[in-house]
């Protein structure tokens, strides 16, 4: 063979190594990149981003997180949210120490909440979100914002908002069932079904969940179950493309939902788990549909055009028993209805450098009241009520890169209110002090945002934000009080956010420092001279904490996780029933949670999860003496639970568990007195079968 022949060929087969070299490098940088954490895209402030260019302390939730902890309902999820307390059966639960209803709760007929929760743009009624856990079957993601979002939110997020959104139709077929089966009598089935119903222009998605649980808790005295659970769910949405700039989508649902007493009696403040002795079966149900209807039009590569307008019905009754005796019979029935309405007009920017929404807000908000006292066969007091709350806001944020690697947040919002609110009281043999009430109010508002973001490296982002949080006032609705005016409440929270990828993304970690003061705070308490619960703007406190996260993709096969909150309230100035609780922190805020969890995936598919949850101890409440002193701090106790799930696939057939408090920790969630309490659940377990066609 010649020179030159040799040389060709030498060069040739160089060539070729070069090349297989190259392409297995590129492959092997691929394989690299795709070993990422997956990028999440957050909604519920109304501007599109990232979540780690986003410096509120949000917690977001995929459809694949769901199901890797095995997560039945809403209570799964915010147990093991940094910063987020929680109890069994969801009643009472709240972010950064602030409860759903607020301090003022007046029951599930008050408008005003702390917590504003949105499923597909609908406003959910208050009393939804203590009844029942909410499900999460068909769910795509839940954003849970801690921390005031009174600029975007408007009325009800002083202490934060869940934005909730069930998974969209697509054009491609496809049909899901499943079957669940678990301790305590509990359970379930559910379908969905999504298709094209005209090819291209509209597709449908009918999501429907029917689950049912006896529940731990024994009547002993009435020999039966005592909060027996019973919820059903039916959603339909269509997706409508009139045009290539146009998306129309329409949500329907309806929620019906059962629960008796999620209490046990106690001797001498030592729970008798799981007993309770009442002669009247407590019963809440709560029927509700929403709808809702959303338009995004395309302008050109930089506006859009949105516009939502949603309603929410909702119905609910109940039976109390009064006296919480076998002795005495004594009821109280309730009969409260609500309608929310709204109407969402905004326009959207977004270029490289730019990013903002602007809009106007519609709100119509009404609720009735028909609450009785029934002693024997004797109705001795029926009150009667109506509020009317009309609410009206323009709001706007502008996001902007003024230099490389520095952005500029601002946002406002002016929100102007109306409350009307009548009482009366058609039957009442004993003593009311406001007999009859015509009160009217009003208040306008500015919610300023001010912040700024600096990109540290790519993958490392600093900011610091202030804005004011609001709650409006109202007229206390709270049965056989003084039905007085109370004002709006303000928070005022500067806030130091933190957003680091590590590791070539396979490691992300989020923290959030926050100090925030609280001004004119709503807090109800009992008048001592006529012995009536009031609700007034009685007292000012500050909260100081930190919430970290963090979540590692170790191997393609496993993925952890780790949360930490430490939260620090404590009231500035409250006096209640004549007890001064200035320098106490607030009641049901636990002070430090903490989660941590692994999820593996072996090569034939099953899955095996597990979560270690941490909450800490709380004040529940506090004993006085005829003196008006202190003579006992009644505290919830501090809790580790562990919970395992598994799931294993079998083709278009998956088998799926879940054991939840492992180990059968007894704990008091809800200290209210010697006789009677609130406890945790016990261990429970479930198994499901899901098929997807």
């Given at each position: 063979?010649?020179?030159?022949?040799?040389?060709?060929?030498?060069?040739?087969?160089?060539?070729?190594?070069?090349?297989?070299?190259?392409?297995?490098?590129?492959?092997?940088?691929?394989?690299?990149?795709?070993?990422?954490?997956?990028?999440?895209?957050?909604?519920?402030?109304?501007?599109?981003?990232?979540?780690?260019?986003?410096?509120?302390?949000?917690?977001?939730?995929?459809?694949?997180?769901?199901?890797?902890?095995?997560?039945?309902?809403?209570?799964?999820?915010?147990?093991?949210?940094?910063?987020?307390?929680?109890?069994?059966?969801?009643?009472?639960?709240?972010?950064?120490?602030?409860?759903?209803?607020?301090?003022?709760?007046?029951?599930?007929?008050?408008?005003?909440?702390?917590?504003?929760?949105?499923?597909?743009?609908?406003?959910?009624?208050?009393?939804?979100?203590?009844?029942?856990?909410?499900?999460?079957?068909?769910?795509?993601?839940?954003?849970?914002?801690?921390?005031?979002?009174?600029?975007?939110?408007?009325?009800?997020?002083?202490?934060?908002?869940?934005?909730?959104?069930?998974?969209?139709?697509?054009?491609?077929?496809?049909?899901?069932?499943?079957?669940?089966?678990?301790?305590?009598?509990?359970?379930?089935?559910?379908?969905?079904?999504?298709?094209?119903?005209?090819?291209?222009?509209?597709?449908?998605?009918?999501?429907?969940?029917?689950?049912?649980?006896?529940?731990?808790?024994?009547?002993?005295?009435?020999?039966?179950?005592?909060?027996?659970?019973?919820?059903?769910?039916?959603?339909?949405?269509?997706?409508?493309?009139?045009?290539?700039?146009?998306?129309?989508?329409?949500?329907?649902?309806?929620?019906?939902?059962?629960?008796?007493?999620?209490?046990?009696?106690?001797?001498?403040?030592?729970?008798?788990y799981y007993k309770l002795y009442e002669n009247t079966e407590t019963l809440h149900t709560l029927a509700q549909n929403t709808a809702t209807a959303k338009v995004d039009y395309r302008l050109d590569d930089f506006w859009t055009l949105t516009s939502v307008t949603s309603g929410t019905w909702s119905k609910y009754d109940s039976i109390l028993d009064f006296d919480r005796t076998t002795t005495v019979t004594q009821t109280a029935p309730r009969h409260n209805e609500q309608?929310?309405?709204?109407?969402?007009?905004?326009?959207?920017?977004?270029?490289?450098?730019?990013?903002?929404?602007?809009?106007?807000?519609?709100?119509?908000?009404?609720?009735?009241?028909?609450?009785?006292?029934?002693?024997?066969?004797?109705?001795?007091?029926?009150?009667?009520?109506?509020?009317?709350?009309?609410?009206?806001?323009?709001?706007?944020?502008?996001?902007?890169?003024?230099?490389?690697?520095?952005?500029?947040i601002t946002g406002l919002r002016w929100d102007h209110e109306k409350n009307n609110t009548k009482i009366d009281y058609p039957v009442r043999l004993v003593a009311v002090p406001d007999p009859v009430v015509d009160k009217d109010l009003s208040s306008s508002v500015l919610l300023p945002k001010i912040g700024i973001s600096h990109d540290l490296t790519e993958n490392q982002v600093l900011g610091l934000t202030w804005q004011r949080g609001y709650r409006s006032g109202g007229?206390?609705?709270?049965?056989?009080?003084?039905?007085?005016?109370?004002?709006?409440?303000?928070?005022?929270?500067?806030?130091?956010?933190?957003?680091?990828?590590?590791?070539?993304?396979?490691?992300?970690?989020?923290?959030?420092?926050?100090?925030?003061?609280?001004?004119?705070?709503?807090?109800?308490?009992?008048?001592?001279?006529?012995?009536?619960?009031?609700?007034?703007?009685?007292?000012?406190?500050?909260?100081?904490?930190?919430?970290?996260?963090?979540?590692?993709?170790?191997?393609?096969?496993?993925?952890?996780?780790?949360?930490?909150?430490?939260?620090?309230?404590?009231?500035?100035?409250?006096?209640?029933?004549?007890?001064?609780?200035?320098?106490?922190?607030?009641?049901?805020?636990?002070?430090?949670?903490?989660?941590?969890?692994?999820?593996?995936?072996?090569?034939?598919?099953?899955?095996?999860?597990?979560?270690?949850?941490?909450?800490?101890?709380?004040?529940?409440?506090?004993?006085?003496?005829?003196?008006?002193?202190?003579?006992?701090?009644?505290?919830?106790?501090?809790?580790?639970?562990?919970?395992?799930?598994?799931?294993?696939?079998?083709?278009?057939?998956?088998?799926?568990?879940?054991?939840?408090?492992?180990?059968?920790?007894?704990?008091?969630?809800?200290?209210?007195?010697?006789?009677?309490?609130?406890?945790?659940?016990?261990?429970?377990?479930?198994?499901?079968?899901?098929?997807?066609?």
């Open positions: 063979m010649s020179n030159f022949k040799k040389s060709t060929l030498a060069v040739a087969v160089a060539s070729g190594l070069m090349a297989a070299t190259s392409v297995l490098a590129a492959e092997e940088t691929k394989g690299e990149q795709a070993l990422q954490l997956k990028e999440v895209m957050i909604t519920g402030e109304k501007i599109q981003r990232s979540e780690e260019k986003t410096l509120s302390s949000v917690a977001v939730v995929t459809a694949d997180d769901m199901r890797s902890h095995g997560d039945q309902d809403l209570q799964g999820v915010l147990d093991r949210t940094p910063g987020v307390y929680a109890q069994s059966g969801n009643e009472n639960w709240g972010i950064r120490g602030i409860p759903v209803s607020g301090f003022d709760d007046q029951g599930p007929a008050a408008m005003n909440g702390a917590v504003s929760v949105y499923v597909d743009d609908a406003l959910q009624a208050n009393r939804l979100l203590t009844l029942n856990p909410m499900a999460l079957w068909d769910m795509e993601q839940v954003e849970i914002y801690r921390g005031a979002q009174s600029t975007t939110q408007g009325r009800n997020s002083l202490a934060g908002a869940i934005i909730m959104r069930s998974k969209d139709p697509t054009f491609d077929p496809a049909f899901s069932v499943r079957s669940n089966v678990g301790k305590y009598g509990e359970r379930g089935a559910s379908a969905m079904a999504n298709g094209s119903l005209i090819d291209g222009v509209v597709a449908g998605r009918l999501a429907v969940d029917y689950q049912t649980s006896d529940g731990y808790i024994e009547n002993d005295f009435l020999d039966m179950d005592a909060n027996q659970l019973r919820s059903s769910n039916i959603r339909g949405k269509f997706l409508i493309l009139p045009s290539d700039d146009m998306d129309v989508l329409l949500t329907f649902s309806r929620t019906k939902q059962r629960s008796g007493i999620n209490a046990v009696a106690a001797s001498d403040a030592r729970p008798d309608t929310l309405g709204s109407q969402e007009l905004r326009l959207g920017y977004a270029s490289d450098r730019v990013n903002g929404v602007m809009g106007v807000y519609l709100g119509r908000s009404k609720g009735e009241i028909d609450d009785k006292l029934v002693s024997g066969t004797t109705v001795a007091l029926n009150q009667k009520g109506e509020t009317k709350i009309d609410s009206h806001a323009v709001f706007g944020e502008l996001n902007w890169e003024f230099v490389d690697d520095w952005q500029l007229v206390n609705i709270r049965t056989r009080s003084r039905h007085d005016t109370y004002d709006p409440e303000f928070t005022s929270t500067y806030e130091l956010a933190w957003r680091g990828n590590w590791l070539d993304r396979r490691l992300r970690t989020t923290a959030n420092l926050y100090h925030t003061t609280w001004k004119d705070q709503q807090v109800s308490f009992r008048n001592i001279a006529d012995n009536t619960t009031q609700v007034s703007n009685a007292a000012d406190s500050r909260m100081i904490g930190l919430e970290f996260s963090a979540e590692y993709l170790v191997t393609s096969q496993l993925l952890v996780n780790a949360g930490f909150a430490y939260n620090d309230t404590q009231y500035k100035s409250f006096v209640r029933d004549g007890v001064d609780l200035s320098g106490y922190e607030f009641v049901n805020a636990p002070q430090k949670m903490a989660n941590v969890g692994a999820n593996y995936t072996f090569g034939n598919g099953l899955m095996i999860g597990g979560d270690v949850i941490y909450q800490g101890q709380s004040i529940s409440n506090f004993d006085t003496n005829s003196a008006r002193e202190i003579t006992k701090v009644r505290r919830n106790d501090s809790v580790t639970l562990v919970n395992l799930n598994a799931e294993y696939p079998i083709g278009d057939l998956t088998l799926s568990g879940y054991v939840h408090n492992l180990f059968d920790e007894k704990y008091i969630t809800n200290n209210q007195g010697d006789t009677l309490l609130d406890v945790g659940a016990p261990m429970t377990l479930g198994v499901a079968a899901r098929y997807d066609f």
